[in-house]
């Protein structure tokens, strides 16, 4: 389910069979920028959609992208060797599969190292001036989403934004968090099962 | 989709959707751009990178050297007698060899051990007396060079009789047969020497009336020779073949001894059968709580070459 209104899958699919991928890869390892706004342009979006509720936090989330971009660039020299534009391996490549597991990686690290300096789930800071009442509305429904995925460990958190937010296949959400299929889709059973009492919980407490 | 799907419009599912995200930020993409301008170039790789190759050569060589620690301990285990210890039988290298091959290793005796310090070849050496003896001084001298010879044989005995309780054990070790237990084998190497003390008890009686005869002859004015310390049986021609044919077959392997008695004529092979188990019976009725059960590969007819009369 995509609630922003985002395509579930993006052009980057098309354009992996299609083989535009090894070619984006090696227009990236000759230093070309405007290969590089053509990748913000396709696969930014999904990343960012990915990390904000992942990390429930904006400027985080754009950190993750920038740096997963940046390591994209960094990256394509080596990508690029390895599916050479016209070969069989270059219709494999899916740039777009590789970047979903290097912003999902980075966001779970980030989650790691705010838990253990903070010592709890949510992010260090919320912004504690005063909001319209439609924007506390709001945000008050945003923090019961973002609050029942936070609760979750950050793997877990991982595999719901990835199946159900990205309407990935599970073959391919196992891939972005570098697990065999059957490892996540017990994961994802885990993380499911957290949800629904982390709902229930809620719900009985009032809070929603 | 399965039951643990979250179920489109289900409360859950409405509580979840109200996640928007916001979009990027502007300028997005010329950020990232100018960051990687400016970016420094990135570190070479330490390792090779070959895909499943470079992966597939790191697990070989953890596999390479689990199998060496595990061969190495494996080893050290055998070595050190700890596989023994849990009844864990380790063939021997020529049984492993066999085995592949599939040819029947010759049985071979079990190696000799290294030989025992020996006590000092003069004691060891056959006290030659080459004229008569007349005076008592003499004659002293004599018994107590022979005495010395004797407790130097009586040690070397000993320590033959272990070899030989070691090697029968080894025999037995090595053809899978039961082994003694410790107290077992305590028990036997008493009985040996029990049947030992026996033996020399008797025969210092022997010898002690025979130098008091010698003594009194002496005594007498008359001359001690050669002949009265060697005894009568050491002449004897029939003796004296028996010893040196005895002395060929202990020289020989087990296995020499066997196919050289297998050999024998069958009515020369009866003979010596025959006599071999009178001495049985008449050492177990001398000693019916000791030889009688002593087991004929650890105790064996006592070697009269290294017996003096006196």
Redesign the interface.
């Known amino acids: 389910m995509n609630t922003s209104g985002e395509p579930a899958t993006s052009p980057a699919t098309h354009s992996a069979a299609t083989g535009a991928d090894a070619a984006l890869a090696a227009r990236l390892a000759a230093r070309d920028s405007a290969a590089l706004r053509e990748a913000i342009a396709l696969h930014a979006g999904a990343l960012h959609r990915v990390a904000y509720r992942m990390t429930g936090d904006a400027h985080e989330a754009e950190d993750i992208v920038q740096e997963a971009m940046l390591r994209l660039w960094d990256h394509a020299p080596n990508i690029a060797a390895r599916h050479p534009v016209g070969s069989e391996a270059a219709g494999a490549l899916k740039l777009g599969g590789w970047l979903q597991r290097v912003a999902t990686n980075l966001a779970i690290d980030r989650l790691r190292r705010a838990r253990r300096l903070s010592g709890g789930e949510f992010p260090d800071s919320e912004d504690d001036a005063p909001l319209a009442d439609a924007l506390i509305e709001a945000n008050e429904r945003d923090l019961s989403a973002r609050a029942l995925i936070a609760a979750l460990p950050e793997r877990q958190r991982a595999a719901i934004v990835l199946t159900y937010y990205e309407e990935l296949p599970n073959a391919a959400a196992a891939e972005a968090l570098d697990m065999n299929i059957k490892a996540f889709e017990s994961l994802l059973l885990r993380a499911r099962t957290a949800l629904r009492h982390a709902y229930a919980a809620r719900a009985e407490g009032g809070a929603l | 989709m399965s039951v643990?799907?979250?179920i489109?419009g289900s409360?859950?599912?409405r509580?979840?959707?109200?996640?928007?995200?916001?979009?990027?930020?502007a300028g997005?993409?010329d950020?990232?751009?100018a960051?990687?301008?400016n970016?420094a170039a990135?570190l070479p790789e330490l390792r090779r990178?070959g895909?499943s190759g470079g992966r597939g050569w790191r697990m070989g060589r953890r596999i390479a050297i689990g199998a060496a620690c595990f061969g190495a301990l494996a080893t050290t285990a055998a070595a050190t007698g700890v596989l023994e210890r849990f009844d864990i039988a380790v063939p021997s290298a020529e049984k492993v060899w066999a085995s592949l091959t599939g040819k029947e290793t010759p049985v071979v005796a079990a190696p000799i051990a290294s030989k025992p310090a020996e006590p000092a070849a003069a004691a060891l050496a056959p006290v030659v007396i080459d004229g008569p003896i007349d005076t008592p001084e003499e004659l002293s001298e004599a018994f107590r060079r022979i005495d010395e010879v004797r407790e130097g044989r009586s040690a070397v005995r000993r320590q033959v009789i272990d070899q030989r309780i070691d090697r029968a054990i080894e025999r037995r070790r090595a053809a899978g047969l039961p082994l003694p237990d410790a107290e077992q084998e305590a028990r036997l190497r008493q009985r040996i020497d029990e049947a030992q003390t026996l033996r020399q008890q008797r025969a210092g009686e022997r010898i002690a009336s025979r130098r008091e005869e010698l003594e009194r002859k002496v005594e007498n004015g008359e001359t001690v020779t050669r002949e009265d310390f060697v005894g009568p049986r050491r002449a004897d021609p029939a003796t004296i073949e028996r010893r040196e044919w005895l002395k060929q077959l202990r020289e020989m392997s087990p296995q020499q001894r066997r196919e050289f008695l297998r050999n024998l004529p069958p009515e020369q092979r009866r003979v010596l059968v025959e006599e071999y188990r009178k001495r049985r019976s008449e050492a177990a009725t001398k000693l019916p709580n000791t030889s009688a059960e002593t087991p004929a590969s650890v105790v064996e007819p006592a070697d009269p070459t290294v017996q003096p009369q006196i």
């Open positions: 643990d799907d979250i489109p409360p859950l599912a509580a979840l959707n109200d996640y928007p995200v916001p979009g990027l930020s997005f993409a950020r990232v751009l960051a990687a301008e970016r990135p990178t895909g």
